[in-house]
Protein backbone atom coordinates (compact mmCIF):
# COMPACT_ATOMS: atom_id res chain seq x y z
CA UNK A 1 0.00 0.00 0.00
CA UNK A 2 0.93 3.41 -0.96
CA UNK A 3 -0.27 7.19 -0.54
CA UNK A 4 -0.24 7.85 -4.04
CA UNK A 5 -2.94 4.93 -4.96
CA UNK A 6 -5.05 6.45 -1.79
CA UNK A 7 -4.69 9.46 -3.81
CA UNK A 8 -5.77 7.94 -6.74
CA UNK A 9 -8.60 6.31 -5.54
CA UNK A 10 -9.53 9.86 -3.38
CA UNK A 11 -9.64 11.62 -6.75
CA UNK A 12 -11.21 9.39 -9.02
CA UNK A 13 -13.96 8.59 -6.58
CA UNK A 14 -13.68 4.54 -6.69
CA UNK A 15 -15.20 4.68 -3.07
CA UNK A 16 -18.06 6.41 -3.79
CA UNK A 17 -20.76 3.54 -3.75
CA UNK A 18 -19.47 2.18 -0.74
CA UNK A 19 -20.04 3.34 2.49
CA UNK A 20 -18.19 6.16 4.45
CA UNK A 21 -18.14 6.68 7.74
CA UNK A 22 -15.60 8.35 10.69
CA UNK A 23 -13.32 6.34 12.87
CA UNK A 24 -16.65 7.38 15.67
CA UNK A 25 -19.18 6.07 12.97
CA UNK A 26 -20.62 9.40 11.77
CA UNK A 27 -21.53 8.59 8.31
CA UNK A 28 -19.77 11.08 5.53
CA UNK A 29 -21.13 11.86 1.87
CA UNK A 30 -18.70 13.47 0.01
CA UNK A 31 -19.83 15.73 -2.30
CA UNK A 32 -16.92 17.16 -4.04
CA UNK A 33 -12.85 15.63 -3.23
CA UNK A 34 -12.08 19.15 -4.06
CA UNK A 35 -8.88 19.88 -6.08
CA UNK A 36 -5.86 17.50 -6.04
CA UNK A 37 -2.44 19.58 -4.55
CA UNK A 38 0.60 19.26 -6.21
CA UNK A 39 3.20 21.67 -3.48
CA UNK A 40 2.83 22.01 -0.11
CA UNK A 41 -0.23 22.00 2.23
CA UNK A 42 -3.11 19.71 2.37
CA UNK A 43 -3.14 17.10 -0.13
CA UNK A 44 -7.16 18.18 -1.83
CA UNK A 45 -8.43 21.55 -1.99
CA UNK A 46 -11.43 23.17 -1.64
CA UNK A 47 -13.70 20.22 -0.40
CA UNK A 48 -17.05 19.28 0.62
CA UNK A 49 -18.25 16.97 2.64
CA UNK A 50 -21.23 16.17 5.07
CA UNK A 51 -20.37 14.55 7.80
CA UNK A 52 -23.33 13.28 9.90
CA UNK A 53 -25.39 15.69 8.36
CA UNK A 54 -23.04 18.54 8.93
CA UNK A 55 -22.02 20.72 5.68
CA UNK A 56 -17.89 20.93 5.86
CA UNK A 57 -16.10 22.77 3.09
CA UNK A 58 -12.17 22.80 3.43
CA UNK A 59 -9.51 20.48 2.85
CA UNK A 60 -8.57 16.88 2.87
CA UNK A 61 -5.05 15.26 4.35
CA UNK A 62 -3.80 11.53 3.05
CA UNK A 63 -2.04 9.55 4.98
CA UNK A 64 -1.12 5.60 5.30
CA UNK A 65 -1.40 5.62 8.89
CA UNK A 66 -2.80 8.26 10.94
CA UNK A 67 -0.12 9.04 13.25
CA UNK A 68 2.32 10.18 9.86
CA UNK A 69 -0.04 13.69 11.13
CA UNK A 70 2.71 13.96 13.85
CA UNK A 71 5.30 12.31 12.12
CA UNK A 72 4.81 15.18 9.14
CA UNK A 73 4.61 17.98 12.68
CA UNK A 74 1.02 18.94 10.91
CA UNK A 75 -0.16 19.83 14.66
CA UNK A 76 2.31 22.49 14.48
CA UNK A 77 1.29 23.79 10.76
CA UNK A 78 -1.21 26.14 10.50
CA UNK A 79 -1.48 25.62 6.93
CA UNK A 80 -3.25 22.08 7.81
CA UNK A 81 -6.07 23.97 10.64
CA UNK A 82 -8.03 23.89 7.67
CA UNK A 83 -8.19 20.38 7.40
CA UNK A 84 -11.46 18.60 7.59
CA UNK A 85 -11.57 15.47 6.87
CA UNK A 86 -8.32 13.19 7.67
CA UNK A 87 -8.45 9.66 4.61
CA UNK A 88 -6.29 7.43 6.30
CA UNK A 89 -5.44 3.54 5.55
CA UNK A 90 -4.89 2.57 9.01
CA UNK A 91 -6.06 4.66 12.20
CA UNK A 92 -3.85 4.28 14.89
CA UNK A 93 -4.02 7.94 16.65
CA UNK A 94 -6.73 10.78 17.01
CA UNK A 95 -5.37 14.21 14.98
CA UNK A 96 -5.79 17.64 16.15
CA UNK A 97 -5.00 21.17 15.11
CA UNK A 98 -2.70 23.92 16.35
CA UNK A 99 -5.24 25.22 18.76
CA UNK A 100 -5.86 21.31 20.10
CA UNK A 101 -9.09 21.15 18.14
CA UNK A 102 -9.69 17.28 16.81
CA UNK A 103 -9.99 16.62 13.46
CA UNK A 104 -12.30 14.01 11.66
CA UNK A 105 -10.74 10.78 10.68
CA UNK A 106 -11.75 8.09 8.41
CA UNK A 107 -10.19 4.65 7.11
CA UNK A 108 -10.87 4.91 3.18
CA UNK A 109 -13.34 2.25 2.25
CA UNK A 110 -12.46 1.26 -1.31
CA UNK A 111 -12.85 -2.01 -3.64
CA UNK A 112 -10.17 -4.61 -2.58
CA UNK A 113 -9.91 -6.12 -6.30
CA UNK A 114 -8.59 -2.62 -7.43
CA UNK A 115 -5.70 -2.35 -5.50
CA UNK A 116 -5.14 -6.16 -6.32
CA UNK A 117 -4.65 -5.31 -9.64
CA UNK A 118 -2.50 -2.50 -9.14
CA UNK A 119 -0.28 -4.64 -6.38
CA UNK A 120 0.52 -7.03 -9.65
CA UNK A 121 1.35 -4.38 -11.39
CA UNK A 122 4.14 -2.95 -9.15
CA UNK A 123 5.32 -6.63 -9.29
CA UNK A 124 6.60 -6.68 -12.58
CA UNK A 125 9.42 -4.90 -14.07
CA UNK A 126 10.70 -3.81 -16.95
CA UNK A 127 7.86 -4.23 -19.00
CA UNK A 128 4.35 -2.52 -19.83
CA UNK A 129 2.51 -3.75 -16.66
CA UNK A 130 -1.18 -3.46 -17.98
CA UNK A 131 -0.20 -5.72 -21.59
CA UNK A 132 -2.40 -8.06 -21.07
CA UNK A 133 -5.49 -5.61 -20.74
CA UNK A 134 -4.51 -3.17 -23.25
CA UNK A 135 -7.26 -4.52 -26.05
CA UNK A 136 -9.80 -3.56 -23.20
CA UNK A 137 -8.87 0.16 -24.12
CA UNK A 138 -11.03 2.53 -26.66
CA UNK A 139 -8.77 3.08 -29.59
CA UNK A 140 -9.83 6.69 -29.31
CA UNK A 141 -8.54 6.38 -25.64
CA UNK A 142 -4.99 5.73 -26.40
CA UNK A 143 -4.68 8.02 -29.21
CA UNK A 144 -5.66 10.54 -27.42
CA UNK A 145 -3.42 9.34 -24.57
CA UNK A 146 -0.17 9.19 -27.29
CA UNK A 147 -0.76 12.61 -28.47
CA UNK A 148 -0.61 13.99 -24.81
CA UNK A 149 2.83 11.61 -24.63
CA UNK A 150 4.67 13.37 -27.62
CA UNK A 151 3.23 16.74 -26.34
CA UNK A 152 5.13 15.91 -22.75
CA UNK A 153 8.11 14.72 -24.33
CA UNK A 154 8.35 17.90 -26.40
CA UNK A 155 7.85 20.17 -23.01
CA UNK A 156 10.59 18.21 -21.85
CA UNK A 157 13.12 18.53 -24.49
CA UNK A 158 11.99 22.31 -24.10
CA UNK A 159 13.65 22.85 -20.33
CA UNK A 160 17.10 22.18 -21.71
CA UNK A 161 16.15 24.82 -24.72
CA UNK A 162 15.82 27.20 -22.27
CA UNK A 163 18.59 26.90 -20.25
CA UNK A 164 20.34 27.51 -23.55
CA UNK A 165 18.65 29.99 -24.73
CA UNK A 166 19.07 31.89 -21.25
CA UNK A 167 22.71 31.27 -21.62
CA UNK A 168 23.07 32.85 -24.81
CA UNK A 169 20.97 35.34 -24.14
CA UNK A 170 17.88 34.17 -26.08
CA UNK A 171 19.76 34.07 -29.35
CA UNK A 172 18.38 31.15 -31.21
CA UNK A 173 21.24 30.58 -33.68
CA UNK A 174 23.69 29.98 -30.85
CA UNK A 175 21.64 27.90 -28.73
CA UNK A 176 20.68 26.03 -31.77
CA UNK A 177 24.06 25.61 -32.77
CA UNK A 178 24.95 23.51 -29.73
CA UNK A 179 22.19 21.49 -30.19
CA UNK A 180 23.32 20.59 -33.20
CA UNK A 181 26.91 19.72 -32.06
CA UNK A 182 25.64 17.57 -29.66
CA UNK A 183 23.23 15.66 -31.50
CA UNK A 184 26.14 15.39 -34.14
CA UNK A 185 27.98 12.98 -31.39
CA UNK A 186 24.86 10.45 -31.62
CA UNK A 187 25.17 9.47 -27.90
CA UNK A 188 28.59 8.20 -27.29
CA UNK A 189 30.50 11.41 -27.89
CA UNK A 190 27.74 14.14 -27.63
CA UNK A 191 29.31 15.21 -24.56
CA UNK A 192 32.74 16.24 -26.46
CA UNK A 193 30.59 17.46 -29.34
CA UNK A 194 28.54 19.95 -27.18
CA UNK A 195 32.10 20.85 -24.96
CA UNK A 196 33.77 21.86 -28.70
CA UNK A 197 30.82 24.45 -29.74
CA UNK A 198 30.39 25.55 -26.36
CA UNK A 199 34.63 26.25 -26.51
CA UNK A 200 34.22 27.49 -29.75
CA UNK A 201 31.48 30.60 -30.04
CA UNK A 202 29.60 30.64 -33.48
CA UNK A 203 30.52 33.86 -34.09
CA UNK A 204 34.48 32.85 -34.83
CA UNK A 205 32.61 30.73 -37.29
CA UNK A 206 30.25 33.22 -39.13
CA UNK A 207 33.40 35.32 -39.74
CA UNK A 208 35.07 32.48 -41.88
CA UNK A 209 31.82 30.93 -43.07
CA UNK A 210 32.92 31.05 -46.82
CA UNK A 211 36.14 29.25 -46.29
CA UNK A 212 35.60 25.31 -45.18
CA UNK A 213 39.07 24.97 -44.83
CA UNK A 214 39.32 27.40 -41.93
CA UNK A 215 35.89 25.49 -40.55
CA UNK A 216 37.69 22.90 -40.61
CA UNK A 217 41.08 24.51 -39.07
CA UNK A 218 38.70 26.03 -36.08
CA UNK A 219 36.87 22.92 -35.22
CA UNK A 220 39.13 20.05 -35.36
CA UNK A 221 41.87 22.23 -33.51
CA UNK A 222 39.23 23.22 -30.81
CA UNK A 223 38.75 19.54 -30.58
CA UNK A 224 41.97 18.92 -29.61
CA UNK A 225 42.28 16.69 -32.95
CA UNK A 226 45.50 18.79 -34.64
CA UNK A 227 48.36 18.10 -32.13
CA UNK A 228 49.75 15.56 -34.04
CA UNK A 229 49.81 16.27 -37.47
CA UNK A 230 50.46 13.25 -39.71
CA UNK A 231 49.92 14.50 -43.68
CA UNK A 232 49.56 17.61 -45.94
CA UNK A 233 45.91 18.09 -44.73
CA UNK A 234 46.25 17.81 -41.61
CA UNK A 235 49.44 20.51 -41.47
CA UNK A 236 47.51 22.94 -43.64
CA UNK A 237 44.74 22.40 -40.94
CA UNK A 238 46.86 22.78 -38.19
CA UNK A 239 48.89 25.95 -39.52
CA UNK A 240 45.30 27.46 -40.23
CA UNK A 241 44.13 26.69 -36.61
CA UNK A 242 47.53 28.43 -35.31
CA UNK A 243 46.71 31.15 -37.29
CA UNK A 244 43.26 31.06 -36.23
CA UNK A 245 43.58 30.27 -32.28
CA UNK A 246 45.70 33.40 -31.83
CA UNK A 247 43.33 35.81 -33.53
CA UNK A 248 39.72 34.75 -31.52
CA UNK A 249 42.35 33.42 -28.20
CA UNK A 250 40.64 30.11 -27.96
CA UNK A 251 41.29 27.63 -25.79
CA UNK A 252 41.12 24.07 -27.11
CA UNK A 253 39.03 21.15 -25.14
CA UNK A 254 40.92 17.86 -24.33
CA UNK A 255 40.94 15.47 -27.34
CA UNK A 256 41.27 12.18 -24.99
CA UNK A 257 37.44 13.17 -24.34
CA UNK A 258 36.49 12.18 -27.86
CA UNK A 259 35.64 7.97 -27.73
CA UNK A 260 36.85 6.10 -30.67
CA UNK A 261 37.07 2.73 -29.73
CA UNK A 262 34.77 -0.18 -30.85
CA UNK A 263 32.81 2.34 -33.35
CA UNK A 264 31.59 1.95 -36.86
CA UNK A 265 34.20 4.00 -39.04
CA UNK A 266 31.47 6.23 -40.53
CA UNK A 267 30.70 7.72 -36.98
CA UNK A 268 34.20 8.40 -35.67
CA UNK A 269 34.32 11.84 -34.53
CA UNK A 270 37.39 12.80 -37.53
CA UNK A 271 33.81 11.98 -39.90
CA UNK A 272 31.32 14.02 -37.94
CA UNK A 273 33.21 16.83 -37.07
CA UNK A 274 34.09 17.04 -40.82
CA UNK A 275 30.32 16.62 -41.57
CA UNK A 276 29.75 19.21 -39.50
CA UNK A 277 32.23 21.92 -40.83
CA UNK A 278 30.65 21.12 -44.11
CA UNK A 279 26.98 21.86 -42.60
CA UNK A 280 28.18 25.14 -41.16
CA UNK A 281 30.06 25.69 -44.40
CA UNK A 282 27.11 25.95 -46.07
CA UNK A 283 24.15 27.06 -43.84
CA UNK A 284 25.74 29.61 -41.36
CA UNK A 285 22.50 31.30 -40.58
CA UNK A 286 20.89 27.83 -39.87
CA UNK A 287 17.83 28.06 -37.91
CA UNK A 288 16.77 30.67 -39.46
CA UNK A 289 16.36 28.76 -42.73
CA UNK A 290 14.52 26.03 -40.41
CA UNK A 291 12.08 28.41 -39.47
CA UNK A 292 11.76 30.38 -42.67
CA UNK A 293 10.68 26.98 -44.01
CA UNK A 294 10.19 23.91 -41.77
CA UNK A 295 9.36 21.72 -44.23
CA UNK A 296 10.61 18.20 -44.20
CA UNK A 297 11.84 18.26 -48.30
CA UNK A 298 13.92 21.64 -46.85
CA UNK A 299 15.14 20.65 -44.24
CA UNK A 300 16.62 17.68 -45.61
CA UNK A 301 17.84 19.13 -48.12
CA UNK A 302 19.85 21.63 -45.90
CA UNK A 303 21.05 18.46 -44.02
CA UNK A 304 22.10 16.74 -47.53
CA UNK A 305 26.11 16.99 -47.03
CA UNK A 306 29.17 15.63 -47.71
CA UNK A 307 32.62 16.79 -46.15
CA UNK A 308 35.46 17.35 -47.99
CA UNK A 309 36.87 14.94 -50.52
CA UNK A 310 39.79 14.74 -48.27
CA UNK A 311 37.40 12.28 -46.53
CA UNK A 312 36.06 10.54 -49.26
CA UNK A 313 39.61 8.26 -48.58
CA UNK A 314 40.19 8.84 -45.11
CA UNK A 315 38.44 8.13 -41.49
CA UNK A 316 41.17 9.63 -39.96
CA UNK A 317 44.08 12.02 -40.77
CA UNK A 318 46.86 9.86 -41.84
CA UNK A 319 46.50 6.40 -43.53
CA UNK A 320 44.11 6.70 -46.86
CA UNK A 321 41.25 3.79 -47.70
CA UNK A 322 39.15 3.16 -50.77
CA UNK A 323 37.57 5.90 -51.90
CA UNK A 324 34.06 6.42 -50.30
CA UNK A 325 31.91 9.23 -49.74
CA UNK A 326 31.17 10.20 -46.69
CA UNK A 327 27.76 11.88 -46.81
CA UNK A 328 25.40 12.52 -43.55
CA UNK A 329 23.15 9.49 -44.05
CA UNK A 330 19.26 9.73 -43.51
CA UNK A 331 19.19 7.86 -40.63
CA UNK A 332 21.59 10.19 -38.86
CA UNK A 333 19.59 13.04 -40.11
CA UNK A 334 15.99 11.53 -38.68
CA UNK A 335 17.94 11.26 -35.42
CA UNK A 336 18.86 15.24 -35.52
CA UNK A 337 15.28 16.51 -36.81
CA UNK A 338 14.20 14.04 -33.85
CA UNK A 339 16.24 14.99 -30.89
CA UNK A 340 17.44 18.86 -31.56
CA UNK A 341 14.73 20.09 -34.85
CA UNK A 342 11.48 19.24 -33.57
CA UNK A 343 12.02 20.19 -30.42
CA UNK A 344 13.50 24.16 -30.96
CA UNK A 345 10.65 24.54 -33.40
CA UNK A 346 8.00 23.43 -30.90
CA UNK A 347 9.33 26.08 -28.49
CA UNK A 348 9.88 28.65 -30.61
CA UNK A 349 6.27 28.52 -31.85
CA UNK A 350 5.74 28.05 -28.39
CA UNK A 351 7.46 31.23 -27.00
CA UNK A 352 5.99 33.09 -29.85
CA UNK A 353 2.56 31.71 -29.95
CA UNK A 354 2.75 30.05 -33.12
CA UNK A 355 0.55 27.17 -33.52
CA UNK A 356 1.91 26.42 -37.62
CA UNK A 357 5.19 26.22 -36.19
CA UNK A 358 4.08 23.88 -33.18
CA UNK A 359 2.43 21.50 -35.25
CA UNK A 360 5.52 21.79 -38.33
CA UNK A 361 7.51 20.18 -35.10
CA UNK A 362 4.58 17.35 -35.00
CA UNK A 363 4.62 16.78 -39.23
CA UNK A 364 8.40 16.79 -38.94
CA UNK A 365 8.57 13.81 -36.31
CA UNK A 366 5.05 11.76 -38.46
CA UNK A 367 7.52 12.30 -41.67
CA UNK A 368 10.36 10.06 -40.16
CA UNK A 369 9.21 6.27 -40.26
CA UNK A 370 9.16 4.91 -36.40
CA UNK A 371 12.31 4.38 -34.32
CA UNK A 372 13.14 0.88 -33.12
CA UNK A 373 15.00 0.20 -29.83
CA UNK A 374 13.90 -2.24 -26.53
CA UNK A 375 11.71 -0.11 -25.23
CA UNK A 376 9.50 0.67 -27.98
CA UNK A 377 9.42 -3.04 -28.66
CA UNK A 378 7.39 -4.03 -25.51
CA UNK A 379 4.66 -0.96 -25.81
CA UNK A 380 4.41 -2.56 -29.95
CA UNK A 381 4.36 -5.87 -28.51
CA UNK A 382 2.11 -5.12 -25.54
CA UNK A 383 -0.64 -3.97 -28.50
CA UNK A 384 0.52 -0.13 -29.05
CA UNK A 385 0.45 0.47 -32.31
CA UNK A 386 3.54 2.93 -33.75
CA UNK A 387 3.36 4.16 -37.28
CA UNK A 388 5.89 7.00 -37.54
CA UNK A 389 8.42 9.09 -34.84
CA UNK A 390 5.42 11.10 -33.19
CA UNK A 391 4.16 7.83 -32.66
CA UNK A 392 7.68 6.13 -31.13
CA UNK A 393 8.38 9.50 -28.97
CA UNK A 394 5.09 9.23 -27.21
CA UNK A 395 5.93 5.47 -26.73
CA UNK A 396 9.14 6.44 -24.96
CA UNK A 397 7.93 8.96 -23.00
CA UNK A 398 5.01 6.38 -21.61
CA UNK A 399 7.33 3.38 -21.34
CA UNK A 400 10.51 5.52 -19.36
CA UNK A 401 7.98 8.21 -17.57
CA UNK A 402 5.45 5.74 -16.41
CA UNK A 403 5.68 2.17 -16.97
CA UNK A 404 9.09 2.06 -15.59
CA UNK A 405 8.42 4.23 -12.47
CA UNK A 406 5.34 2.10 -12.12
CA UNK A 407 3.49 5.51 -12.66
CA UNK A 408 0.15 3.56 -13.58
CA UNK A 409 -2.04 5.58 -12.00
CA UNK A 410 -0.82 8.22 -13.65
CA UNK A 411 -1.85 6.92 -17.06
CA UNK A 412 -5.07 6.98 -18.88
CA UNK A 413 -4.38 3.78 -20.08
CA UNK A 414 -3.42 2.47 -17.04
CA UNK A 415 -6.85 4.20 -15.40
CA UNK A 416 -9.38 2.61 -18.47
CA UNK A 417 -7.91 -0.91 -17.26
CA UNK A 418 -8.51 -0.20 -13.87
CA UNK A 419 -12.34 1.19 -14.41
CA UNK A 420 -12.93 -1.79 -16.76
CA UNK A 421 -11.48 -3.97 -14.05
CA UNK A 422 -14.28 -2.06 -11.73
CA UNK A 423 -17.04 -2.36 -13.69
CA UNK A 424 -16.14 -6.42 -14.40
Request: net charge negative; proline share 5%; aromatic share 10%.
Amino acid sequence: MNEQFLHYVWQQKLFMHLPQVTIDGRPIEVVDVGRHNYDSGPDFFGAKIKIDGTYWVGNVEIHLRASDWYRHHHQTDAAYDSTILHVVATSDADICRTDGTPISQCVLNYPEDIYGQYEQWLQKHDTVACSDRIKLVPHVIISGWLTTLLLERLSEKADRIDRLLEQHVNSWEDAFYISVARNFGFHTNSQPFEQLARSLPLSCISKHRNSLIQIEALLFGQAGLLNDAVDDYSRQLQQEYRFLQQKFQLKPIDGSTWKMMRMRPQNLPHIRIAQFARLMHLSPNLFGQIIDNPSPQNIRRLFDICPDTYWDTHYHFGAATSAKPKPLGQQSVNVIIINTIAPYLFVYGKRHDNHDMEQAAISLLEDIPAERNAHISKCVGAGLEAHHAADTQALLQLYQNYCMPHRCLHCRIGHQVLAHHLQS
